[in-house]
């Protein structure tokens, strides 16, 4: 039974060595930026428990031939959300119709996307918790806790013990639709992390950018209660008690909220990983789905499209760092035109 892990960039190599270690047959198929980077390091494995897993770049089976596909009986998707329809075509002219193929991805829309190229496949989507961020000479560091979480679908059950070998348990669904959402809430904080240009623990303990999240979440959860989806608990913390909790002052927030603190002190967004790498990043699948969505619903989103806005002045070399008062004021002005103002004021 071999698993492909197609577009192995941090999260990819991550969980494909995982199961390369645990004794699984895989090939990552990925970019050749990233193939020469492992030939020249190879890859180590290392974890917020002390795990370190060291592999040298020979061992690892790499290609960026996408007709490997037909080999895969379990294909991972690990592409970025634009690349998805791509990746879909990519999936359909090579894979076998027989091979599984579980999106970790981010966002909400990625499944949806794959089952409509992929007729007639097994689509299962799937949530990734925990954060890599690649490091110098080849390390691939996983900065925070958590679990697989994947739909409950049949053809998942034979794949459980490999993943569970490689430290990997994939815990089964049955409304996914509100574990993504749940874990969309969350991943508002990519920007807020990548604009703060802090390690995830720094950030996070600086109310000026818990109160930045807090307005994106809380709007966010007014949009979806009025599209009457109930977004699943995927941390800690129950998603409408987030807001309060974040506005909490410091010392208060480690006394009631210390184990969202409890994070690697390496550890790092992967939007703040893409700007930092000068590339696109994911926000319209983020905090831009989350925008869509009021749209649909006739309504509006404002601080997150302002969020949107800055990502996008970011991505273009502008203002990629801001104090979290700076910020928290930005996404609270009336206009995206105050928002251009304040930031080159």
């Known amino acids: 039974m071999k698993i492909v892990v197609f577009g192995a960039g941090s999260i990819g190599v991550y969980v494909g060595c995982s199961l390369l270690e645990a004794g699984a047959d895989v090939l990552l198929v990925g970019r050749a930026r990233m193939g020469e980077r492992i030939a020249k390091h190879g890859v180590v494995l290392t974890d917020q428990l002390g795990r ?113 070998k490689a430290h990997l348990p994939l815990v089964e669904c049955a409304d996914f639709a509100s574990v993504q959402w749940g874990k969309l809430l969350l991943n508002l904080n990519n920007p807020v992390n990548a604009l703060s240009g802090l390690p995830l623990k720094a950030e996070l303990s600086q109310r000026a950018y818990r109160r930045s999240l807090a307005l994106l979440i809380e709007e966010a959860l007014d949009v979806l209660q009025a599209a009457d989806i109930a977004p699943a608990k995927v941390a800690r913390v129950a998603p409408g008690l987030l807001p309060r909790i974040l506005r909490l002052p410091d010392w208060l927030f480690k006394r009631v909220a210390g184990a969202m603190l409890r994070i690697d002190p390496e550890a790092r967004s992967s939007m703040w990983e893409d700007l930092q790498a000068g590339r696109r990043t994911e926000i319209d699948y983020l905090n831009g789905a989350v925008v869509s969505l009021a749209r649909s619903l006739g309504r509006k989103a404002p601080a997150n499209e302002r969020v949107v806005e800055l990502i996008r002045r970011a991505e273009s070399g502008k203002g990629k760092e801001l104090d979290g008062a700076v910020l928290y004021h930005l996404l609270s002005t009336p206009s995206l035109a105050g928002v251009v103002a304040g930031i080159k004021a």
């Open 52 to 164: 370190r897993t060291e592999f040298d770049g020979g061992s690892i089976p790499w290609c960026e031939d996408p007709g490997r596909l037909a080999e895969a009986d379990l294909i991972l998707v690990t592409v970025k959300s634009a690349d998805t329809a791509a990746a879909a075509d990519a999936i359909h002219a090579y894979a076998r119709p027989s091979a599984l193929v579980l999106s970790l991805q981010n966002g909400v829309g990625n499944v949806a996307t794959l089952r409509g190229r992929l007729k007639g496949m097994v689509v299962a989507g799937g949530m990734v918790p925990f954060n890599v961020v690649q490091m110098e000479d080849g390390r691939f560091h996983r900065g925070t806790e958590g679990e697989l979480m994947v739909e409950a679908l049949p053809a998942i059950g034979q794949w459980q013990a490999v993943f569970e």
